[in-house]
């Protein structure tokens, strides 16, 4: 693969906190499944060459995802490791090559293009970027036993959501670094932190909320609701 910039859709969740026996990302969302918003839009993004959805069922998003989108874009599978941070490494050495890469849970199906397109131009710049939103909520560190222990200021406290952004080389040498000292992180900007890397944080939106539970369908039916009373 030879792209300027490669999306990588993780979409290989079991989603076991939803309850029932369908995967998350194959759960309907107002008249689509969750899956195929998120590559509708991720399509949409004209910096976008290639799209690699991460993903054992390939036969079966071929069957009953992709023929709720127009992709006109190329769309390639890898299966997922075990852990997600597996999932993204398998993807990256699966690309190769690529000047920027764009990753993204398939389970954010309301992501908008033009926040998409805000965290290239930012990883094009700055090397890494993530879209998140500020807290509205006081964050508490606690301890072991479950007692509050200190309050930071919620005036530099972000909540960090998909989609995320790097240069390739940095994103592959985070992760390569990660592999080597066997360290889990809680997503791919924590890597690249950890290389001593800054990343720029990029305005996500309060509706680009992750599925996770049946309460979190029902919110994103009513975002879904409203931006399309509401253009």
Request: glycine share 6%; with cysteine; proline share 5%.
């Amino acid at each position: 693969m030879d792209y300027s910039v490669t999306a990588i859709i993780l979409a290989a969740g079991k989603g076991l906190r939803m309850g029932g026996c369908v995967p998350k990302q194959y759960l309907i969302l107002h008249d689509r499944p969750v899956l195929a918003h998120t590559l509708q839009v991720f399509n949409a993004v004209p910096s976008i060459d290639a799209i690699v959805i991460v993903s054992a069922d390939e036969a079966y998003i071929k069957d009953n995802i992709l023929k709720f989108c127009s992709i006109s874009k190329p769309v390639y599978f890898i299966e997922g490791g075990t852990e997600r941070q597996d999932s993204v490494w398998n993807a990256l050495q699966f690309i190769g090559e690529s000047e920027v890469v764009i990753i993204h849970d398939g389970v954010r199906p309301l992501i908008r293009v033009e926040v998409v397109e805000e965290c290239i131009a930012a990883a094009r710049l700055y090397g890494a970027a993530a879209a998140g939103m500020p807290s509205k909520d006081t964050i508490k560190e606690i301890n072991s036993q479950g007692f509050s222990v200190r309050t930071p200021d919620r005036s530099k406290m972000w909540l960090i959501q998909t989609p995320q952004a790097f240069k390739m080389d940095l994103i592959k040498a985070a992760h390569e670094k990660a592999r080597k000292e066997q360290y889990l992180g809680t997503d791919d900007s924590s890597l690249v932190e950890r290389m001593g890397h800054p990343v720029k944080l990029v305005m996500g939106g309060y509706d680009n909320i992750k599925i996770t539970t049946p309460e979190d369908l029902e919110i994103a039916a009513q975002y879904l609701k409203n931006r399309r009373m509401n253009p």
